[in-house]
């Protein structure tokens, strides 16, 4: 590993208090200074050949300013501290505060690691990233002659971002996060094809990987892709769906979450605007948003505004508890304080509200019982991705390994299957909760950009849902 | 840094990567700035202004390449540049070669695309534009209750490549972006409709063009209803189809093709759809914004047929899978092999008229989920849209919670009619000019009894 330098700032202590006091001069009541430095490493497999291995390092300042609701965000990766003072002073103009506010001294500096790696991921070698992969792929390529293609992938990235602001707040992050990827391609003699994938993210260094069970995972999608090779198109219609545990948590993240947070909720653009204390799911459903699940990959210990993350209780029975609620957000919802969810990709994004390890909890049941239960309908056991209108609640997504449910039993695989909605009625709908939780990795791309965020849930019957198949 | 530093900075990488062993090697610089106005409610809520650069770097040694990138362009990148790509070279075992490439009688290649109008641009001309905009919107139609996004902003690109086969390739460009998102309300339902401008003069911005389109895509769909599940004659508008058309686009790709992983492998040269789809890539049209005389590899661009009459003709080639094709790269390499500008050939008859022809059925506006509904490798999909229904030949009331499910192949043999209804739409690497397309069948699934 080759480091470019030793101090990762580029900024000292007396240069971000400069740059605040120069914030705060345009009558901002807040002036926040953002640095982070991200040191990365990837290696890309195509059927086991290594067809791409880089490493970089980036660096950059942000730089934001608040009067009231009204927000300056100015960023530069460039390591001029007089062009970050000419911005600073640009910035400063073009806010419109009533008043000079003076800033507090920065306190001492708080720096933590929200969990510390045995093994850190980009201290490896490339080559260790490469073995690994090459388990997968070689089990893949010789598990079947119908997978034809393996490609995977491994990306790790050490970052570290400090947050100041004129409250004082001086806190300073370090994460290390890994996510890996294994996806196959089965193929047929009538050159029908279907796919499965894996892809894991942590933040527990590579010692998790090594814990991982690689192989029995590599074959469950060898398993699932050469199954779908034989399936038909998913039918058309209003039917119960049952959805498996894990990623098809997809749906609480996308039918409901996404319009809690403040970005739309402090502009009254949401569905679920007002809504606190209302029942807005069926009384079997509780929904949190956890930042402090250790070592899991959308944890962090405070947010990129500097404030404390929290473990926030979303539904409660049905009933809506609480919103994410960032700094501006607060601003705009009189009565709501930041919950410590503000999230940014990276510097060149000012902060929002923002998910982090969002899930539905574990209700009683075991999940061959709401199959058992279920006379007639869809089981979702893997789901892709989807998108969601926040102000109409509209949302959509796609069913990746789908079986039809004949009299409680799981039968015919079927394929192309889309799910939609709208997600203050589908919440209502949901009448089984099972008892198998788990929690999987995504990234999620909203207004500040991409941010990695788990998704998560037991097995759930929605008793009505609009499957968009073709027969 | 100006341009003659930067590349006294590009020659240092090379120069040092040259002593450490590689063969071959080639830098990148990479800038941009820019600036945006967000309004809310009548006042500036987001100002934004930003600047960053990187420094890319590619080394080849017996045949494979290693990369690596920084943010830090300054002399202490060079070691790290050129040592980690040494490092990730080590790794590298792709069983086909990677290239660089410079064409002697082409080796300094220029093309500067910055406005001579940027000057008009800035925080307040941006603020009052965007004022002047939201308050246009909130007072179009009474059913719009408010704008919740509003943007005007502007950004500049510079790029500066060096290698060491002695290729110089510099290009400059800037772009203005105006988008707004409006919401509206009746009896109690709610919808909203985006729609984004692009340009380099502020100028040429039309305030009542916009909000007219604006109006169109946000209040048209109330009153909006499910349809019954079934298969549809469909007319898909241009934003419907080039979407569809982007999302598969990487089965374009001659890697994709030569990797096994492309709906189009083996079908070079064959009939892939209907005879009346010709799709033409013209990197330097003059009605395109964004213009392409060469790619990011310095390979000079060219026009071409991409389908002509239903065949699939051409690949999108890169350096590296020409080579492996024994072929003259195509001109398309800008990181993997991406289109410039694409002109599908239109037909005669405006929408009213293919409304008229289609009879009963569905016009499409707008699919939704293509980042997770659409199988690439099977060509299936399965996607939330809107549109209209489309009743005794004309189009009729709007319908919502529908899907539209089929294969992409089957959707391009099945193509019946093209409009002459050409519209612009941001697309790939630069413009896709496409009309209407009307599709003989697809299947919808709708909760209506």
Redesign the interface.
Known sequence: M????EVFFILNDSQICDLINIGLQGKADLAEIYLEHSNNSA?NL?DN????????????VGIRLLSG???????????DFD?LVK?CT??SK???GDTIHTAEELQKLSSLEVYTPKINPVEL???D??SYLRQAGSFALDFDNRI??VTSSITASNKTYRVCNSRGVNVENRNSRTRMSVAV?AQDESN????GRIAPGTLRGFEFFNEYPLIEKTQKICESAIRMLSSG??P???MPVVIGNGFGGVILHEACVHALEAT?VG???S?FTDMIGKQIAAPCVTARDNARLEGEWGSYLYDSEGTPSSDLLLIENGILKNYLVDELGSRRMPGFKSTGCARRQNC?F?PTSRMSNTYFTNGKERPEDIIADTEYGLYAADM????V?T??G?F???VNEGYMIRNGKICEPV????L???GPEVLMNIDRIGNDLEHAAGMCGSLSGNVPTNVGQPTIRVSSI?????E | MDANNVKDFLDKVITKAIDSGFEEAESIYKYGAGSAVSIFEGEVSNYENNSEQHIGFMGKLDKQMGSSKTSIVDISSVDYLVNSALDNHKVKNDEDEDFFYCDKENSDLYFNELSDASYKNGFERFRDTGLELEKAILNCDETIKAVDYLQVGYSKTIRILKNSLGLTEHTEGDLLTIGAEARCEKDGVVKTGYHIWYGRDIDEFKIDEFVSELRQRTCSKLGASSISSGIYKVILSQDAFVSLFSSYASSLSAFSIQKGMSLLKDKVNEVVASPLLTIREIPMYDKALLKFPFDNSGVLTYDKDIFKDGKFVQPLYTLKTAHKDNVKPTGNDFGGAEYTNLVLTPGDKNLEELAKEVGEGLYITDLNGLHAGINAVSGDFSLLCEGFLIKDGRIDHPVEQITVAGNYLDLLKNICAIGSDVKNISDGEGEFFCPSVVIKEMNIAGEAD
């Not at chain 1, 100015?74 to 390591?79: I, L």
């Not at chain 1, 029908?192 to 796919?195: P, S």
């Not at chain 1, 394929?415 to 889309?418: H, I």
């Not at chain 1, 609009?466 to 073709?470: A, F, H, I, K, Q």
């Open positions: 080759y480091s470019q330098r290696v195509l050949r290594v067809v791409g291995a880089t490493s970089s390092i980036i660096e950059g609701v009204n927000q300056v965000y100015v960023y530069s990766n460039g390591d062009e911005l640009e910035a073009a806010i419109n070698s490339k080559s990233f490469v034809k293609k391609i029908q094809q279907a796919g198109y998913a058309s219609g209003k739309s502009i009254k653009s569905c060149a000012a892709g991705g989807g998108s209108d102000a109409t509209e959509n997504f796609a394929r192309g299957a889309t939609i909605g709208k609009l499957v968009g198949g073709r």
